[in-house]
């Protein structure tokens, strides 16, 4: 079992940065691949991002490509979606998720943090 809690979400404008962060807890934190959502209000929850658990393999959905970084400490069992030039009038919510594969796929994760809001203003 692993327990995820997400910090770092608030309130930034347009073309800021921001860094969201997830620590984890257990001590099997290495060996899950981990992954960054999103969801908008009224919308389904989407990928961002993903990285393996030894954090050779990271993957992200095209609109945030050489916008946002995802790593990984496990050292400290923190995983961390570094955002840049972030886009006006959005609002999210941002989840980190663990699970066994590196996927694009909600399903793929089995655990869920509850989630960093991320608002960006004009």
């Known amino acids: 079992q692993v327990q995820l809690v997400e910090s770092g979400g608030g309130l930034v404008q347009a073309g800021d940065s921001l860094r969201l962060s997830c620590a984890a807890s257990?001590?099997?934190?290495?060996?899950?691949?981990m992954g960054w959502f999103r969801q908008a209000p009224g919308k389904e929850r989407e990928f961002v991002a993903a990285?393996?658990?030894?954090?050779?393999?990271?993957m992200y959905t095209g609109s945030v490509d050489g916008r946002f970084t995802i790593s990984r400490d496990n050292a400290k069992n923190t995983v961390s979606l570094q955002m840049t030039s972030l886009k006006p009038e959005k609002t999210d919510i941002y989840y980190c998720?663990?699970?066994?594969?590196?996927?694009?796929?909600?399903?793929?994760?089995?655990?869920w943090g509850q989630g960093a809001q991320v608002t960006v203003s004009s």
């Open positions: 998720a663990a699970g066994l594969v590196v996927s694009r796929r909600l399903a793929e994760y089995g655990h």
């Open positions: 257990g001590r099997t934190f290495s060996s899950y691949d």
């Open positions: 990285i393996s658990s030894s954090g050779g393999i990271t």
